[in-house]
Nanobody, 116 residues
C-alpha cells in the first residue's frame, strides 16, 4: 500500500504564492505519473497538473503559466509551485500517484484558500 502525504497548503492573499509537496512511501513498482487534483466546494474534482516518468507535463488551462509541477529524480516526491494565486484557486488539493498497472493512489488532501 502506497501512502501519499501532502503539505504546504494554507491561506494566502490574491496574487500570492504557495508550494505544495507530496511525499510517497517507498513503492515496489514503477511510477507512471504523479499529479495534483483539486476539488472546490460544489464542484467536481479536476486535474490541475500531471507529470509522467518521461517528464511530460499537462496543465489545466486556467493554471497554465502560473503553476508548475515537478518531481525529484526517482518520482518519490511531487511539487506544485503555485504563483499569482486567485480566489478561484481555492480548493482542497490532492496528490495522486499512478503505477504501471494503472492503479491510482491518493493523498488525504490539503486546503488552499486564496482571499481577495
Amino acid at each position: 500500500q502506497v501512502q501519499l502525504v501532502e503539505s504546504g497548503g494554507g491561506e494566502v492573499q490574491s496574487g500570492g504564492s504557495l508550494r505544495l509537496s507530496c511525499v510517497a512511501s517507498r513503492t515496489t513498482f514503477s511510477v507512471r505519473d504523479m499529479a495534483w487534483y483539486r476539488r472546490a466546494p460544489g464542484n467536481q474534482r479536476e486535474l490541475v497538473a500531471l507529470i509522467t516518468r518521461s517528464g511530460y507535463t499537462n496543465y489545466l488551462d486556467s493554471v497554465k503559466g502560473r503553476f508548475t509541477i515537478s518531481t525529484d529524480d526517482v518520482m518519490n516526491t511531487v511539487y506544485l509551485q503555485m504563483n499569482s494565486l486567485r480566489p478561484e484557486d481555492t480548493a482542497v488539493y490532492y496528490c495522486s500517484l499512478t503505477g504501471d498497472s494503472g492503479r491510482r493512489y491518493w493523498g488525504q488532501g490539503t486546503q488552499v484558500t486564496v482571499s481577495s
